[in-house]
């Protein structure tokens, strides 16, 4: 088996980190554009109350399928040319959304675009082989601050594209990015070998194997699963609660909550930091006490916008930092397998918004946003006390 080229190539051969979060960050807002798009796709289409949801639902779902059939690709691949043609198949697929007549035409383009949108997760194990280990949670830090940054800054640059040119330029604007991304990729990103020499479907079988494995990487699976559908069912919410009274906002407006975000991605470099110096268990358990706090913050003042901003922001923050700290936890694991670790816990990550998100489309006409905030209680109350829990032992082979 050949092994992974951790600091085999000099890091001058990588452009910055900086470039590359904002890569990250221009990848990742694609499957997030749509939510403060959703008051005016609803009006565009027609479509009842609530069914607007499924949008996110499917990109959601595609991306859990592309966590879990393509993304372990990088350990079998060669990853520039991987990254390459997710980044055409991203610009191909907001083209899709731009042309598509009719709602149902929407949620599949949604969902192809979620099926390609791997860039955020088969980056960043790809810069860890050229950094040095004692810089991981560092370099993950400023790299995952473009993840964020795309998430939650896409709905304020969504926002402001549908008001000027309407809910459909922005994807426009973003096919454009995609392909510039993928000709950055060409011209100045160094190869990689593969680190795997096992056929696709075993490897795909070794996954199973990997689970079974590591508790490390159960306990962050499940606690980002828990964290992530918290946040996600929130920030698909939200859009609908200021649409309505009192504040009956616009899509700028609306979008314009996204910037909220802006105290997590300024600390994501010092969460990445305090990883690599308190260690990744700490970081998390915080990352989901300050998350649940912001929920509680939401749930309690619903009818103040100091109140959403506050509670908006401590929920980003507290997933970024659950975020980071759990995919440095994961890649100490094993080097050979980043790609296909790093694929489960976005998998169950996304699998964990995608059904957090039918939930609150299938209640939201009945829970509204008071409903929706004690949904994410519980769901931060439950990682919390599985994040807490410390025996986890590894799952006995039958």
Avoid: K
């Amino acid at each position: 088996m050949a092994q992974p080229q951790s600091g085999a190539e000099p890091q001058a051969a990588l452009p910055s980190l900086g470039l590359m979060a904002l890569v990250v960050g221009l990848s990742v807002a694609n499957p997030f554009y749509a939510q403060a798009l959703l008051p005016a796709v609803e009006r565009a289409f027609a479509v009842p109350p609530g069914t607007v949801l499924l949008g996110p639902m499917a990109t959601q779902l595609g991306m859990a399928l592309g966590f879990l059939f393509l993304l372990p690709l990088g350990d079998i691949r060669e990853r520039r040319r991987l990254l390459i043609l997710l980044a055409l198949g991203m610009a191909l697929a907001c083209l899709a959304v731009v042309l598509a007549p009719s709602f149902p035409v929407v949620l599949g383009s949604c969902f192809l675009l979620g099926v390609v949108a791997l860039i955020p997760s088969l980056l960043p194990p790809f810069l860890t082989a050229f950094v040095p280990p004692a810089q991981h949670g560092r370099m993950l830090g400023i790299v995952l601050s473009g993840q964020f940054s795309g998430i939650l800054l896409s709905r304020s640059v969504s926002g402001v594209a549908a008001q000027l040119w309407g809910w459909r330029s922005i994807y426009g604007l973003s096919a454009l990015a995609m392909v510039a991304v993928a000709l950055l990729f060409h011209s100045r990103l160094p190869t990689l070998a593969p680190v795997e020499t096992r056929s696709y479907w075993r490897l795909l079988a070794s996954q199973v194997q990997l689970w079974r494995q590591h508790p490390r990487l159960r306990r962050s699976c499940f606690t980002q699963a828990l964290l992530f559908g918290s946040f996600m069912a929130l920030w698909s919410a939200v859009a609908l609660h200021l649409a309505a009274p009192p504040w009956r906002f616009g899509p700028a407006l609306i979008g314009s909550f996204g910037l909220v975000g802006l105290a997590s991605i300024l600390a994501a470099p010092a969460i990445g930091r305090l990883v690599d110096r308190l260690g990744p268990d700490r970081i998390v358990a915080a990352g989901v006490a300050c998350a649940g706090l912001g929920v509680l913050v939401l749930g309690l003042w619903p009818t103040s916008l100091v109140g959403l901003a506050l509670g908006l922001m401590a929920v980003d923050l507290g997933v970024q930092g659950s975020f980071v700290a759990n995919q440095a936890r994961i890649y100490a694991l094993d080097p050979a397998a980043r790609s296909r670790m790093s694929g489960q816990l976005f998998l169950t990550a996304y699998l964990g918004a995608a059904l957090c998100s039918a939930v609150i489309a299938m209640h939201w006409s009945s829970w509204q946003w008071p409903g929706t905030c004690g949904f994410a209680l519980v769901l931060a109350a439950i990682a919390l006390v599985l994040e807490r829990t410390t025996w986890w032992p590894p799952t006995r082979r039958g």
